[in-house]
């Protein structure tokens, strides 16, 4: 079997487990945030294209943001504590978490042409990680979520924070030193799930 039909076959046997798993359990409350999250969070991005430029509105863009940010808290937490574990959530999350961070830094790319970089590093990296999950993972084995992983997602999210507020609050060497540990911390989580998926 060539590479490319084992990630074919890989990703095949990943969604059927994929679909039942969200028959079974979608309404559980982790998954419903989760959901709630990837369904909402393309709002953001719209207030900061299309909103208008002012600082009031711009906080109001930052509070849902902000509520939106708070959901991926509450459905880990509730998850693990209140024994509401599912391959739905274990799959739902991740796509939750590169939507709602990329969509709101696509918009912010329109005025700091700078953040087209950290876009670019999530996309490849993430595209990476599948490739790496579905065809080197020749035992097909769960890989954990890693402690860089949960970091690059605070600090993009921080990051995303500190560009949606108005210009002049935060100075800009602070803003570039916020930016730059983000854009870091997506190349050290990237560079500990290759090791994972490859050993």
């Not at 005025?111 to 993430?126: M, N, P, S, T, W």
């Not at 595209?127 to 600090?155: A, P, Q, R, S």
């Amino acid at each position: 079997m060539s590479k490319y039909q084992k990630i074919f076959l890989n990703f095949g046997l990943i969604a059927k487990k994929f679909i039942k798993s969200f028959k079974d359990d979608w309404y559980k409350i982790p998954n419903l945030l989760t959901l709630s999250r990837l369904i909402l969070c393309p709002l953001p991005a719209l207030m900061l294209v299309y909103g208008p430029r002012t600082n009031n509105f711009r906080f109001i863009t930052l509070g849902i943001f902000g509520l939106l940010a708070i959901t991926d808290a509450f459905d880990g937490f509730i998850a693990r504590n209140f024994n509401q574990k599912t391959d739905c959530g274990k799959w739902l999350d991740p796509i939750a978490d590169l939507f709602f961070g990329l969509l709101p830094l696509i918009a912010l790319s329109f005025e700091y042409r700078f953040v087209l970089l950290l876009i670019g590093a999530l996309v490849i990296r993430q595209c990476h990680i599948l490739y790496l999950f579905y065809g080197m993972n020749d035992e097909n084995k769960e890989v954990k979520v890693v402690v860089t992983g949960k970091i690059k997602t605070v600090l993009v999210i921080f990051t995303i924070i500190v560009l949606m507020l108005p210009a002049g609050i935060i100075p800009n060497v602070l803003i570039m030193i916020i930016f730059w540990s983000a854009f870091a911390s997506v190349l050290v989580s990237w560079a500990e799930y290759d090791s994972r998926c490859r050993y």
